[in-house]
């Protein structure tokens, strides 16, 4: 399974489009890349996937580079009830598993 | 539709006593599985089950086991509960993506387990 290396914590103001990094430099041929959104006190929540370049839904866009080394989550004009944990997974098709979460990134949207 | 449901929903047990946790879905998914998360970290992977009738250890199985009832209900025991086993556990379960890729989980709200 691909490990997956996030910043920790990251701040930003309202209105402001962010963007969150995952590294995940062994990524297999036939491995996706998932985001998750956790609130505090809540299980995890599906947000986005994909598997090469661009992919887009009505919460966020997903960038991932030619390599699939890494990717990028971008959240357009976050409001404070972003305040989450954001979590990037890397696993195959279906019938894989063993999701390894990781600590994820702590994303705080200040006024 | 409900999703996940879970109970309880908070437990404290004495170290040593025994307990089970109670996970249900009605989305009539194949997969189901059992996490905990400590404070400040992220999800380990207890145990999962693909389908009904089958379970295969994840991450951090020992201290627990687990029953998939039914196509619905997988639950995870506490034989002997220990101090260390005091986390946050979720269940989830999954069903395929008709876009491909990763099966998309679906979490339950968590039960809150403290072991004095």
Redesign the interface.
């Known amino acids: 399974l691909a490990k997956t290396t996030q910043p920790i914590s990251m701040d930003s103001y309202e209105g402001q489009e962010v963007n969150i990094t995952c590294s995940h430099n062994n990524i297999a041929t036939n491995d996706?890349i998932?985001w998750?959104q956790q609130f505090p006190?809540?299980?995890?929540?599906?947000i986005i996937?994909g598997?090469k370049t661009k992919v887009t839904n009505e919460v966020a866009s997903l960038f991932i580079p030619a390599d699939r080394k890494s990717s990028t989550l971008s959240l357009p004009r976050v409001s404070l009830s972003d305040t989450a944990v954001y979590?990037c997974?890397v696993?195959?098709?279906?019938?894989?598993?063993?999701?390894?979460?990781?600590?994820?990134t702590r994303l705080k949207v200040l006024a | 539709n409900a999703g996940v449901t879970q109970t309880p929903k908070f437990q404290v047990l004495k170290t040593g006593q025994s307990m089970t946790l109670q996970c249900a879905q009605d989305m009539n998914h194949n997969s189901m599985y059992w996490y905990r998360q400590d404070p400040g970290m992220g999800l380990r992977l207890i145990y999962y089950s693909a389908s009904e009738g089958t379970t295969d250890k994840g991450e951090v199985p020992n201290g627990y086991n687990v029953s998939r009832l039914n196509k619905r209900e997988f639950s995870l025991r506490l034989e002997s509960a220990a101090p260390s086993q005091t986390s946050v556990y979720f269940c989830a379960s999954s069903e395929v993506r008709t876009s491909g890729g990763q099966e998309t989980q679906y979490f339950g709200p968590g039960t809150r387990l403290l072991v004095l």
């Open positions: 996706y998932t998750y006190s809540q299980g995890p929540r599906f996937q598997y979590y997974l696993g195959g098709l279906s019938g894989t598993y063993k999701y390894i979460f990781g600590t994820g």
